[in-house]
């Protein structure tokens, strides 16, 4: 969220990835929506909440904004923790609370039907993007047990069967994306895409995963760069 990289700063040591504040606008997914909107990228509708305003958030005025059903997340997490997604008044409640335990401002988001498709960033002033990859959940939704657990079904497609176009307009994206937020050496940018082939932004993470089995030095893999030549690049670039 920027602190560490405030710390590294002050000490005068380098590091990858993005700075202070490419950091903390990552991390903040309101902020990160608002900077996207204002910049004309698509992105799902959504709606914010504070832990001072709880008894005045209500399910019915969230049903007539973005429909049912709706997800309710922290603001401020990552790796889908704290997240519910809502079909019914019985089940908001809880979902509110479960997310105001992790952060006093939350994030309430329409239900996009789509693929999840994601893609890598790499770069400083002349970012570059992978092909895209395709998650492929087997539950509800992508969870933090789709994530990591050992169990998990999810399948994954390197590289997302996708047409020419779509590609090149998702990298596109990605980019403009990676620029829009201020960040700097490395990125993956998730996206939705929709039936009609329509393409929302969800988030932008400026720490991805990056053990062997992870997008985004998989997706780099595919698109020409090893990994160990990848974090080679990586260190050049910070």
């Known amino acids: 969220d920027g602190t560490m990289q405030g710390l590294l700063k002050l000490a005068n040591v380098p590091f990858v ?9 990552g991390m903040d997914k309101d902020v990160m929506k ?9 992105i799902a509708r959504f709606m914010v909440a ?4 709880f008894s005045a958030t209500t399910f019915e005025k969230i049903r007539k904004t973005l429909g049912v059903p709706f997800f309710v997340k922290p603001a ?6 704290g997240v519910s997604k809502v079909h019914s008044k019985k089940e908001f409640l809880p979902a509110l609370t479960k997310a105001f335990s992790y952060d006093t401002k939350i994030l309430i988001e329409e239900n996009i039907k789509s693929r999840e498709i994601e893609c890598s960033v790499l770069g400083n002033e002349n970012p570059i993007a992978s092909i895209p990859g395709e998650i492929i959940p087997q539950e509800e939704f992508y969870s933090y047990t789709a994530k990591y657990s050992a169990e998990s079904k999810t399948t994954y497609a390197i590289p997302a069967k996708l047409p020419h176009h779509l590609i090149k307009k998702i990298q596109g994206l990605a980019i403009k994306t990676f620029a829009v937020l201020e960040c700097e050496g490395m ?5 939705f895409l929709t039936k009609d082939d329509k393409i ?14 992870s997008m985004y030095p998989k997706l780099w893999e595919a698109s020409g760069i090893p990994y160990s030549k990848l974090i080679d690049t990586l260190i050049t670039l910070a």
């Open 200 to 213: 929302l932004v969800n988030e932008i993470n400026t720490i991805p995963g990056f053990t062997k089995i």
């Open 34 to 42: 608002r900077l996207l909107r204002d910049a004309n990228i698509p």
């Open 187 to 191: 990125a993956r940018v998730d996206f």
């Open 17 to 25: 990835g993005a700075g202070v504040l490419g950091s903390a606008i």
């Open 76 to 81: 401020n997490l990552g790796s889908s923790v």
């Open 50 to 53: 504070h832990s001072h305003e």
